[in-house]
């Protein structure tokens, strides 16, 4: 079956523009979480979503970052006035929850968003 | 601060050969769990280890968990070319959520022919 997508591959943008990220995750998995990945460096949480709602958005670094997923299915990562500092690979990940619990599974990782703040 | 820190930062053996790696946390975890990402991909779950679990193995991977220690470490035997890759161990942090997974800044493998 299909794994985690994320779209798109690539994005450069502009000093102050406003971007918009999106994953697909894997059908069935009620969770899903954002991270980002500077070079060198391990993934940095954002926020984790179980069905619809934000159960963890403590790592959102600034009210830049915003984070949907309306249907429990799809997730847009959004960025305001982007910054060069906010340049990274910006990865999706979902799984299965049990028992209420997410982090007793396995995460599905997407290949990333390369984004380039000029 | 990182909750969870891999160490050596680099290793580079010979084909055949075991490379260990060590994770390091600081808060008490419901689980720890291993990835490996090769160069521009995305990352790859390997092994998940349970607080109440000391050791667990799949194929040629070996995991520890020492609880008292807040540490871990990933064994992988007879290693070849293609486990070159950055290896990192994510840890969730528990909260009321225990969903927040705070991954290390990972072991880069070279594993050489």
């Known amino acids: 079956g299909a794994g985690v997508s994320q779209t798109p591959s690539n994005k450069v943008t502009e000093k102050g523009k406003y971007v918009e990220l999106r994953c697909d995750p894997i059908s069935g998995h009620t969770a899903l979480y954002w991270y980002r990945q500077s070079l060198g460096q391990g993934p940095e949480f954002l926020i984790y979503?179980?069905?619809?709602?934000?159960?963890?958005d403590s790592g959102l670094p600034n009210d830049r970052f915003f984070a949907v997923r309306p249907e429990g299915s799809v997730s847009t990562l959004k960025i305001q006035r982007t910054e060069r500092g906010d340049s990274a690979v910006y990865l999706c990940?979902?799984?299965?929850?049990?028992?209420?619990?997410?982090?007793?599974?396995?995460?599905?990782f997407g290949p990333g968003t390369r984004l380039t703040v000029l | 601060s990182q909750q969870g820190e891999e160490d050596p930062q680099a290793l580079s053996i010979q084909e055949g050969e075991n490379a260990t790696m060590n994770c390091s946390y600081k808060?008490?975890?419901?689980?720890l769990q291993w990835y490996r990402q090769n160069s521009g991909r995305g990352l790859v779950h390997l092994i998940l280890?349970?607080?109440?679990?000391r050791e667990k193995h799949s194929g040629r991977l070996r995991v520890t968990l020492d609880t008292s220690k807040k540490s871990s470490s990933l064994l992988i035997t007879a290693s070849r070319a293609a486990d070159t890759a950055s290896y990192f161990c994510?840890?969730?942090?528990?909260?009321?959520?225990?969903?927040?997974?705070?991954f290390g800044p990972g072991t880069r493998l070279s594993v050489l022919p």
């Open positions: 979503f179980q069905g619809t709602g934000a159960a963890d």
């Open positions: 994510a840890t969730d942090a528990r909260s009321n959520y225990g969903q927040n997974f705070v």
């Open positions: 280890i349970r607080s109440n679990e």
């Open positions: 808060t008490s975890i419901n689980n």
């Open positions: 990940a979902s799984s299965l929850v049990d028992g209420g619990w997410a982090s007793y599974n396995e995460q599905f």
